[in-house]
């Protein structure tokens, strides 16, 4: 396995750093957002807005794309590149996440997880070699080991149980994923997954379980799932501590601002979220003075764009006021153009980070940004 | 009044013409399908969409843009060009038959009508006038009178009794119109609408007094409203005949590629429909070959495109079986791409035509396209 991944820049106040994945895809300069296309397509964007934004990987869900439209169409087309039209990198996650939280039904045994349908109620199982084979047959080009993330709160016990199965699980995957390489078409990497709830003592034997298997990356899952800022950031800290610098460290489910900040300032390479296009969806808008919701009433006859300051062509072209009353008559173009405003934002934002770790000041950037963007008199 | 239109090419077989408006916004050819905006939008299209297609005027809802944003925000943004930031020609209708479908109650009177709003519930007054007023305030291109539009089946007295308020509506809002560019600012076009339902007399006398008033342009109101095609084509032939061939004749409500040739046979210049988007949105699309459902199961491993003669962007690049997924996942994607494919074969389909009348056999095209096109498996 050659390296897939160069530190360009190492900011030398803290473990912010820029890099390069060397994807089958295409090069990705890191830290990236990667935008989401659960169904295989990012909502309300064509593939041209994403690459007019500068996306050059898109993440997709295994979970949905296993049920609808399932293998077999995939497979008919070829791979999910084909099948989307997307020539750039795309990393799919395992499904596992979407399993505790979609399905009306699972149950975990060692073997894998057997769960129903949100769409239908079937029957289905997944192993972990399973989701390897799944995320082959898709030609994933970083896929994700199938894993057991617990919510914050849970009992010591449960957590451990989690990190014992997802442990085992890892094994069994980068033993599948290295049979698929061993196949010879399939080129994608693998990327096991750090849990251990909120247990530093049980990140810590997660960390070193991941690090002895030796993937081309490491995910940090089992954050953001129902913990306070403080204990999220704490536990980003403490476990990407852990995990050795020369491979790409990718943190799951992340999609505001202030977490995407705090995630680079701790050396994260990777995140992605639902976050700017669901809220787009639902009217409310990312600026350089924090967020806002279109519908509110000072929007009426406010004809200047959503943020002075952004490049977008959204922002170069269009109102508050029209994108309000497009908001209000509920008119699909409003999702399209606040979709892709917020991605634009984030992108911009860590373009913006990029450049900052390349000049050595990384955190006075994030004071900056974050000092002017808290101002905001709405959380969303 | 200088001449807005001029006739280009006559076909010798029929009624049929091409020719040019020269309107404030651009030149527009004609035959022209115009493509509904309601809401100060077409749905699910960014005007960057409507210039590729090659659309030079949408038509858009006085109704709708009156109760929402209001004559407030449209006059703040220095109108509806500028509020939609569409820098081509906008044809606006008058609302009437907004209010006579849409408003849970409305009276009519000599003065104009009174309606509650399908939105809030409000009451409003609009009279002939008013409604000039109105359009002028949005600085369409195009602004049609009020009207009084009944329903297929009705008595031949109600008949004359909306034909009579249609009448005395068409004078006053003439002159009202007439007054709007005294003023010197506003240069749009006025067209009243011959009614009469489906009694000839009635066309003819209709016609005779949308003739007398002599002004740019004339509709023909009242078709498509639940009668059989037989019927609507019946009464487009005999109310066309009556009007002078030297003025832009429009049919309001025309979508279907059927009535859409049968309408330009009859020497129609203009058309418009929210049936291409609407359909598009219900996952029907159309080819040469008829209409068909994205979500129909034979197009599960269907990989070729949606109109192999296609040559828009999305036949050129997606296929069916991904747009059948997309429908089945309800993503706004499909909306997108089905919308624009129906405009873009609406668009060449009259590209097509105008075409065939300039080489004097738009007859023979139009059997040629429906012995096609009425294959069709499915009737939507």
Known sequence: MGSIFAIDQQDSSC????????????????????????????????????KEIGFDIVLSNTYHLYLRPGTEVISAANGLHNFMGWDRNILTDSGGFQVFSLAPFRKITEEGVKFRSHIDGSYHFLSPEKVVEVQALFGSDIQM??????????????????????????????????????????????????QGNFFKELREESAKRVIDADCPGIAIGGLSVGESEELFLEFLNYTAAL??????????????????LGAIENGIDMFDCVFPTRTGRNG????????????????????????EECGCKVCRSYSRAYLRHLFKAQEILCSMLASYHNLYFLNDLVLKARRAIGENRFLEFKKEFLGRYEQSEEKI
């Not at 089958?24 to 994403?50: I, W, Y």
């Not at 409310?284 to 943020?307: M, Q, R, W, Y």
């Open 243 to 260: 995990l050795p610098k020369e491979k790409p460290r990718y943190v799951m489910g992340i999609g505001t601002p202030e977490y995407i």
């Open 15 to 50: 473990s912010a750093r820029t890099g390069t994945l060397d994807l089958p895809h295409g090069k990705v300069s890191t830290p990236v957002f990667m935008p989401v296309g659960t169904n295989a397509t990012v909502k309300a964007l064509t593939r041209e807005d994403l």
């Open 284 to 307: 409310h808008v990312f600026t350089h003075k924090g967020c806002f919701a279109l519908k509110k009433a000072e929007n009426t006859l406010n004809f200047s764009p959503i943020d």
């Open 145 to 194: 080991q199938l894993d057991v993330c617990t919510p914050w709160g849970v009992e010591r016990k449960e957590a451990v149980r989690a990190l014992e199965t997802t442990s085992l699980w890892m094994n069994r995957a980068k033993q599948a994923w290295e049979t698929e390489l061993a196949k010879g078409e399939y080129k994608g990497l693998f990327f096991p997954i750090v």
